[in-house]
């Protein structure tokens, strides 16, 4: 560095701010071990493809969502300028997805692994499932960068478009901006990783498959917490990884990722963002040959659009035909059946046909229970019968039978005695 570069030097904080580094990652060793420090070279670069962006194109994308506003009055749309008032960040969503949001929203999924054609900007599908257990959109972005600026930007903007209702849970891919963001805008939604993020970043890091089955059962089994810990200290320690920095850092974060530490979280059946990772690809496909903002816009609300197309057939489904039935319960099962969905009966369904086998094994648990008291208490009154025969020698087969049946019997001697008393009465009165 020379003394032409002395006015160029920022702060310390300003560089920490620039470069996402926490206080905790000063202690890591070094910048070198600071991790994410491929997005700061990605960030920079978008910073300069920004103003590449022909005006043309995003005249026509503003024209095309005054038409869509003056067609759907709910439609929201926003976005925001640079300093040379080029288009910056940009989000929108029609009065269907955001009606939907209301009905569905406690649980939300994004991320921003794919980029459109031209500008290599991310584009942020938030999505969610609905009655039928289908992903939804309720809002898409296109970010000029990932830095935590432009996610709170985007989050900002999405509470605006649906009403500020916040949602209670968000699953991501374990972006430490993204958790920052999300901490900042919803600080009292529940933050968890996506489990096949998860899955994959073990073999990625630990390189062992037979790991990876280990770490995914940790993941994914309903155990309680103690038991958790007993089974997490067991893989890792099978595995020799007690020192490596992606097990520690995962030991720290169980709240995050492990069922055992989730249990009572509502997450509408998402645990991952491939809900995501699947209109992405249709995204690629569909994209694969157009390259502008509005090609971009008008792939995303075909596919929201093939989405309540599936929607209605659905519903046709759920309304207008009757499911098998399974158990012999058929009144319970005929009343799910019209107050569920297909989708969410065949569940129901499911687990039904789980307790009815649980209750069943139950009682035939009851009944060998019962037998084995039974069996025991038979077994002991022979043994106890063979004592009293040695006891009394009674080896003669007559008189151990006349034994046997006074004992089962006492007031059988008595009986006896009666009749042949009656008798001689009888004898006498002749």
């Not at 926003?78 to 029609?94: M, Q």
């Not at 030991?251 to 509408?268: D, E, K, R």
């Not at 157009?290 to 075909?302: G, H, Q």
């Not at 084995?372 to 007559?398: C, H, I, P, Q, W």
Request: net charge negative; glycine share 4%.
């Amino acid at each position: 560095m020379d003394h032409t570069d002395v006015d160029n030097v920022k702060p310390t904080d300003e560089c920490y701010e620039v470069h996402n580094v926490d206080a905790s990652d000063i202690l890591v060793g070094g910048y070198h071990n600071v991790g994410f420090t491929h997005k700061d070279l990605y960030n920079a670069l978008q910073r300069g493809k920004a103003k590449e962006i022909v005006d043309g194109d995003v005249n026509a994308l503003i024209a095309y969502f005054d038409y869509k506003k003056h067609d759907d009055p709910g439609f929201f749309v926003t976005y925001s300028v640079d300093e040379s008032e080029t288009l910056y960040n940009l989000i929108w969503s029609d009065s269907t997805s955001r009606s939907d949001y209301i009905c569905f929203g406690d649980v939300i999924t994004f991320d921003t692994t794919y980029k459109d054609n031209l500008y290599g900007r991310p584009i942020m599908p938030i999505v969610g499932v609905n009655h039928h257990h289908n992903t939804i959109v309720f809002a898409t972005a296109i970010i000029a960068d990932e830095t935590s600026q432009s996610f709170e930007w985007v989050l900002h903007n999405f509470l605006e478009a649906m009403m500020n209702k916040s949602p209670i849970l968000v699953v991501t891919d374990g972006d430490r901006v993204m958790q920052r963001a999300i901490k900042s805008v919803i600080p009292n939604a529940k933050h968890i990783l996506c489990s096949w993020y998860l899955s994959r970043n073990a073999q990625a890091n630990i390189g062992d498959p037979k790991f990876t089955v280990a770490f995914s059962k940790c993941m994914a089994s309903w155990w309680i917490t103690d038991e958790f810990d007993i089974q997490w200290h067991s893989v890792v320690s099978e595995f020799n990884v007690e020192k490596h920095p992606w097990v520690i850092e995962k030991g720290n974060t169980w709240h995050l990722w492990a069922q055992a530490y989730l249990t009572g979280h509502f997450f509408a059946n998402i645990r991952s963002t491939q809900r995501c990772e699947s209109m992405n690809a249709s995204l690629a496909i569909a994209l694969k040959h157009k390259k502008t903002y509005l090609d971009v816009v008008r792939a995303i609300e075909d596919g929201i659009n093939r989405m309540h197309l599936n929607e209605l057939k659905a519903d046709y489904l759920s309304s207008q035909t009757k499911p098998f039935q399974i158990t012999k319960l058929v009144e319970f099962e005929s009343h799910a059946s019209k107050i569920f969905t297909r989708k969410s009966f065949h569940a129901f369904q499911e687990e039904l046909q789980w307790e009815t086998l649980y209750r069943i094994h139950e009682e035939i648990q009851s009944l060998s229970d019962e037998y084995a008291s039974f069996k025991t208490a038979r077994d002991e009154m022979k043994r106890l019968t063979e004592e009293f025969e040695n006891s009394f020698g009674l080896n003669d087969s007559v008189n151990r039978s006349s034994v046997l049946n006074n004992i089962r019997d006492p007031q059988r001697k008595q009986r006896k005695r009666k009749e042949v008393t009656k008798n001689k009465v009888e004898k006498k009165i002749r």
